[in-house]
């Protein structure tokens, strides 16, 4: 009995360390709506666990897109809005650039610093158009890690919609609503209720495959590997095969 809890104990901790990248679909809560996002973790691994541990920590609640290029993308992930001002994200190291799949409308990636392939941090884009040709071999390539699901384009696109202010860089294509032209000249601050605001990113059902039936488009240009699959629902995979080697072992302990 003893070595029987031992054993569930040992799965329990496993389990626990299951990376963040077994979680497939995330759900991003906009002033605009809700939708869900699923990440690509098996092929972009490394981004996606980044992007998932800022999650985790919190870093994306209240975050902004801060800059909205029209027909281009529409950006975030640098800054959040903390106790009503503008502040940027506290970022982790740079992670490395996988530039697996192409830059097709309604795909999410990775923003980073110009002519550095693996600089990106927090800051990420959607894709309002196939921009294949313009970004899939510039700066080598970006790390495209998740296709927006379902209608949820209209939500991206309604934030696409608002409109942008040039304020001081980063902020020289800021979306705002219910600002206008005259309070842009009378150099009126922003607040909260202006910005395109995302309150929080979550994590759905992380056992759930919901990969299986995408077909992302794979980036011919940048040099990137050959991407195994487009799918998750790893941590479900993992789960499953602890439980059947739990089982197998229960199996032995009884023929003896």
């Given at each position: 009995m003893k070595t029987m809890f031992k054993t569930c104990a040992f799965i329990f901790l496993a389990s626990a360390f299951i990376p963040?990248?077994?979680a497939t679909t995330v759900q991003f809560q906009t002033v605009a709506g809700d939708f869900e996002v699923n990440l690509f973790d098996q092929d972009t691994p490394q981004t996606v666990d980044n992007f998932l541990q800022y999650i985790a920590?919190?870093?994306y609640e209240n975050v902004i897109f801060h800059r909205s290029a029209d027909n281009f993308v529409i950006q975030g992930g640098g800054f959040q809005i903390i106790e009503g001002q503008v502040s940027s994200i506290t970022t982790f190291p740079s992670v490395e650039n996988e530039p697996e799949f192409s830059n097709?409308?309604?795909t999410i990636a990775m923003a980073?610093?110009?002519n550095q392939p693996n600089s990106a941090t927090s800051q990420?884009?959607?894709n309002l158009k196939n921009n294949s040709a313009s970004l899939d071999a510039s700066n080598g390539g970006f790390s495209v890690f998740g296709q927006v699901m379902d209608n949820g384009m209209e939500v991206v696109d309604a934030l696409a919609s608002w409109p942008t202010f040039a304020f001081t860089s980063p902020f020289g294509e800021l979306p705002l609503r219910d600002y206008t032209n005259d309070d842009y000249t009378?150099?009126?601050s922003p607040t909260e209720e202006h910005y395109a605001l995302v309150y929080n990113i979550v994590v759905l059902d992380a056992a759930e495959d919901t990969a299986?039936?995408?077909s992302p488009t794979k980036n011919t240009v940048s040099g990137g590997d050959s991407p195994s699959d487009s799918g998750g629902g790893g941590g479900s995979t993992s789960i499953m095969f602890l439980i059947a080697l739990f089982g197998l072992y229960i199996g032995r302990r009884y023929k003896r």
């Open positions: 963040y990248s077994m920590e919190g870093h097709v409308r309604g980073k610093l110009g990420w884009f959607f009378a150099n009126v299986a039936s995408l």
